[in-house]
């Protein structure tokens, strides 16, 4: 199997597939940057996001979720289209309080069946949050008819 050069889809390309998803819209969710080595996403703080009216703390949902969209799409950004996760590893080292997240992700390995890639997510202060590693199914999806056109 065969993936797309290195870098084939540009931030308005990229932007599309993450707008696909409606939780990806509903987190508001934006890719600031596309580059060959790494792709940078936003997002915007806002209430809904608090787990701890107490600590004014992010969910530490939306925080994996960061992880694994980062990782997937900059894989996509790779492949031109999104991914399957098989596996995700996620470790939090220190509370996301009210402000902007930016999760920069970086591909590790692009094989045919699997990619894998590390994730870090700051405040806009460039303060370590959370930071994991994706594994993502490259290989090609099934065909609708369940491949019985091949018979």
Not at 8 to 28: C, K, M, Y
Not at 47 to 71: F, K, N, V, Y
Not at 101 to 116: D, K, Q
Request: glycine share 10%.
């Amino acid at each position: 199997m065969s993936h797309p050069a290195h870098g084939t889809l540009n931030q308005q390309e990229l932007q599309a597939i993450v707008d696909r998803s409606p939780f990806n819209r509903w987190l508001g969710m934006t890719v600031e940057s596309v580059s060959e080595e790494s792709i940078l996403l936003r997002i915007r703080w806002r209430e809904e996001l608090i787990s701890s009216p107490e600590r004014q703390s992010t969910h530490g949902g939306i925080l994996a979720t960061l992880i694994d969209t980062s990782g997937d799409y900059a894989v996509a950004a790779r492949i031109g289209r999104a991914l399957p996760t098989v596996d995700l590893r996620v470790d939090y080292h220190r509370t996301a309080t009210p402000g902007d997240l930016l999760a920069e992700a970086r591909v590790v390995n692009l094989g045919g069946t699997l990619a894998t890639a590390d994730s870090r997510i700051t405040d806009l202060s460039g303060r370590l949050i959370a930071s994991g590693r994706g594994l993502y199914l490259t290989a090609n999806p099934p065909k609708a008819d369940g491949g019985r056109s091949a018979q």
